[in-house]
């Protein structure tokens, strides 16, 4: 830890000191790192989002933000939903050419 203070007559002073932590560093990765003024952003439930999707623009709006990431929000979610839906078909499709096929039936 290192800390730097300024005395009464404006010089600056340092100490340096090592602390050891239980249970590893809890310092945010750097990597990782999210400025605070982002982190209050709240979160759009996707099941309002489409069950009511003028409330949340309401919200919006009331919040003085564009409605537009709205249409956005509804675009990526029937895109993700989709894409889910693709997914499963074709692994249900994988499985039953694997139940079909007696080479893989004895694995």
Request: positive net charge; charged residues 30%.
């Given at each position: 830890?290192?800390?730097?203070?300024?005395?009464?007559?404006?010089?600056?002073?340092?100490?340096?000191?090592?602390?050891?932590?239980?249970?590893?560093?809890?310092?945010?990765?750097?990597?990782?790192?999210?400025?605070?003024?982002?982190?209050?952003?709240?979160?759009?439930?996707?099941?309002?989002?489409?069950?009511?999707?003028?409330?949340?623009?309401?919200?919006?709006?009331?919040?003085?933000?564009?409605?537009?990431?709205?249409?956005?929000?509804?675009?990526?979610?029937?895109?993700?939903?989709?894409?889910?839906?693709?997914?499963?078909?074709?692994?249900?499709?994988?499985?039953q050419?694997?139940?079909q096929?007696?080479?893989?039936?004895?694995?």
């Amino acid at each position: 830890m290192r800390a730097i203070g300024e005395t009464s007559d404006g010089k600056l002073f340092m100490s340096s000191r090592w602390v050891k932590a239980a249970g590893g560093c809890s310092a945010p990765n750097a990597r990782n790192f999210v400025p605070p003024a982002l982190i209050k952003a709240e979160t759009i439930d996707p099941k309002v989002l489409r069950e009511d999707p003028d409330r949340v623009r309401a919200a919006q709006a009331k919040r003085g933000l564009s409605d537009d990431v709205v249409d956005r929000a509804l675009a990526a979610d029937a895109a993700r939903r989709s894409a889910i839906a693709t997914f499963e078909a074709r692994r249900a499709e994988q499985k039953q050419l694997g139940k079909q096929s007696p080479f893989f039936s004895g694995l």
